[in-house]
């Protein structure tokens, strides 16, 4: 099997959200790669050079470096890292992460057709990132979608006597969390009584900020914290709509181990979120930043429990492909090129 140097922000030990750094890679070696990984350094200087250093060490042993690629302040670890692959003529490969980043080939021109134009292969994980970066002109890029061991999610039909929504992911500003809160008023100001549960780490001081507003309007919100996988599957079992209230997004795995979970999906319809779901079939998507919207949707799905069970159906048989047996295979296949 091959040897992997898989760089990006090896962080859950600090109280960050588990990435794809870690699935991946733990997988990958399950299959009989070699994987080595890089950077756990919480300072963000010495991640960098972390990352650097691990370049220099495994680029005579590596056959490919992954490269976990986001469109913030990690487009620059990437960038650079890219770059003295090429000076060692090490095949890399960006994994295109975050539904902000098409807007990033736009912003930096020259450094991204220098990242990526040179890539041995971009890799997306929805075909909407795939889309957006062939129009710009990239056409080495494929798609892998991100995946999950679907046997670690048990599918519940769900009832709908009490509504009780569940939101999964970092507090940043681009998930829009206080959407969440706002969603939970507007409801209980038509009268209809809803509880919200929030998990997740903190990530830019959304998290304060959302506790603070919640509190300003009154509304009673749970937080948990940070919360490992199986914490927050058994939690899940209590709650009865899983809604994502992102302004930018690109194919969250939250949402897709909902839709395994058996929890109706109402996501805001941005990024990679109509290639996952389609409309009134496996969730209901709607407008960004409008909490009346997803009311409304609310309001459908207790309206017609019968049509909200099939959605919910139809999103775990959805759900089907992004299990890591059937998506390994795509890994495998481009690894051993």
């Known amino acids: 099997m091959k040897n992997l140097l898989y760089l990006g922000n090896n962080l859950s030990e600090t109280g960050k959200t588990q990435t794809t750094i870690e699935t991946l890679s733990g997988a990958l070696r399950q ?28 680029c005579k042993k590596a056959d490919y470096v992954l490269i ?13 890292s890219s770059q003295l692959c090429r000076v060692f ?56 979608p991100n995946s999950i061991h679907l046997e670690h999610y048990t599918f519940k ?8 929504l569940l939101w999964v992911r970092s507090f940043s500003e681009i998930y829009n969390p206080m959407l969440a809160v706002k969603i939970v008023k507007a409801l209980r100001d038509e009268h209809i009584p809803a509880s919200l549960c929030m998990v997740g780490p903190d990530n830019d001081g959304s998290l304060q900020k959302t506790k603070s507003y919640a509190q300003t309007l009154g509304v009673d919100v749970h937080f948990t914290g940070k919360l490992t996988k199986p914490q927050w599957i058994a939690l899940s079992e209590n709650y009865t709509l899983f809604i994502n209230t992102s302004n930018f997004d690109n194919m969250p795995v939250s949402v897709i181990e909902a839709m395994a979970l058996g929890l109706p999906i109402i996501s805001t319809n941005v990024g990679g979120l109509p290639y996952l ?26 309206a017609n429990t019968e049509t909200a069970h099939k959605m919910m159906q139809n999103a775990r048989n959805k759900v089907t492909a992004y299990d890591w047996n059937v998506v390994k295979k795509l890994w495998i296949s481009m690894l051993q090129n």
């Open 157 to 164: 039909q769900r009832d709908f006597k009490t509504i009780k």
């Open 68 to 80: 976990d690629t986001y469109s913030t302040q990690n487009f620059y670890y990437a960038y650079l």
């Open 277 to 302: 779901i389609e409309h009134e079939k496996e969730g209901i998507l709607v407008p960004a930043n409008d909490e009346n919207a997803f009311v409304e949707a609310i309001k459908k799905i207790l």
């Open 89 to 144: 003529h090490l095949k890399y490969i960006p994994i295109l992460h975050g539904g902000h980043l098409p807007n990033r080939l736009k912003t930096s021109p020259r450094l991204s057709k220098a990242l990526f134009k040179h890539a041995f292969i971009n890799v997306a994980p929805s075909e909407y990132m795939v889309s957006e970066f062939k129009a710009l002109g990239y056409s080495n890029c494929i798609c892998i």
């Open 31 to 58: 299959e009989g790669f070699s994987v080595f990984v890089s950077s756990n350094k919480k300072n963000k200087l010495l991640r960098l050079f972390d990352m650097l250093f691990a370049v220099m060490k495994h």
